[in-house]
């Protein structure tokens, strides 16, 4: 029997779906489970003739799978070739498979999560805001087009090594080595965002709050402590999600109401001019 091997086709129709479809019908109980479904499809497909090894096939990506969608593409790379090699013959098990999915989502969602969420995309919005001055649209023309370049020539990356490398494309991701490479990705993340937040979090008391000898409060405070209060409120949110487990949508309800009260009471200053 000749050898099966994957068309370009089919490896393309794979990665669209899952680049574009890895959040499918997502849910707390199978998060992107069937993102991963529909990105193996084409390939199952292809590999396989008959309807009942097909839907066998399909079955191996039923169990639960959540990681860092962008980087987590390494892992739908790697799995296309494990299914390559099981359709021509060779011992790989479902349970191989979802062991070496199971494996690498937490590390590879881990690295994700400090690279491209904690580090890249708050410098490339960074850079948006400061582009988008006066209302210029050169800031959303510049995240769109660089953002959707970096995420498709990263992904399409990470899914040819994944299935041309196989497991030596992880690693030195996931191996003993990794731990100083995530720890110091992790400590770049925590300082952009500690700079994103002291430069686009804006937070000031009102003029009417004045001290005893006649100096504005806020003054007297930026002359102690820069940007404290985008430092206390930052700390808030961090505290409100992380410890006391509140959604983001309830955090910034929260932040709602107590710059509606600060206003109204004249606290805060709103930094409105009519």
């Known amino acids: 029997m000749a050898e099966k091997k994957l068309s370009k086709k089919a490896l393309n129709r ?16 199978h998060m992107q489970t069937f993102g991963y479904l529909s990105a193996m499809l084409p390939l199952v497909e292809e590999l396989y003739d ?3 090894d097909q839907k066998k096939a399909l079955m191996t990506y039923s169990a639960f799978f ?9 892992v739908v ?9 099981r359709a021509n013959g060779e011992p790989v098990t479902d349970e191989a498979i979802n062991g070496i999915r199971a494996g690498l989502m937490g590390p590879l969602a881990g690295l994700g999560d400090s690279l491209v ?3 890249l995309i708050p410098i490339l919005l960074g850079i948006a805001l400061g582009l988008s001055g006066d209302g210029s649209p050169l800031g959303a023309i510049f995240y769109i087009v660089v953002w959707n370049a970096l995420m498709y020539f990263g992904m399409r990356f990470a899914y040819n090594q994944g299935y041309e490398l196989g497991g030596k494309a992880v690693e030195a991701l996931v191996g003993p080595k990794a731990t100083a490479l995530r720890d110091s990705i992790v400590m770049v993340g925590t300082m952009v965002i500690g700079a994103v937040a002291a430069t686009w979090v804006s937070i000031t008391l009102s003029k009417d709050l004045v001290l005893p000898g006649g100096n504005a409060f806020q003054d007297t405070l930026d002359g ?43 606290v805060f200053n709103p930094g409105l001019s009519y």
């Open 50 to 52: 008959d309807p009942e």
């Open 14 to 29: 794979s990665f669209w779906n899952w680049a574009y479809g890895n959040l499918t019908c997502f849910s707390q109980e």
């Open 66 to 74: 959540n990681t860092e969608p962008q980087v987590g593409t390494m």
């Open 117 to 119: 969420v904690g580090t």
């Open 77 to 85: 790379g790697i799995t296309a070739g494990l299914e390559e090699a």
């Open 224 to 266: 102690i402590f820069p940007k404290l209060l985008p430092c206390l409120f930052t700390l808030l949110c961090w505290w409100l999600m992380t410890k006391k487990k509140l959604t983001p949508v309830v955090t910034m309800l929260i932040l709602v109401v107590i710059a509606l009260v600060g206003v109204l009471l004249g």
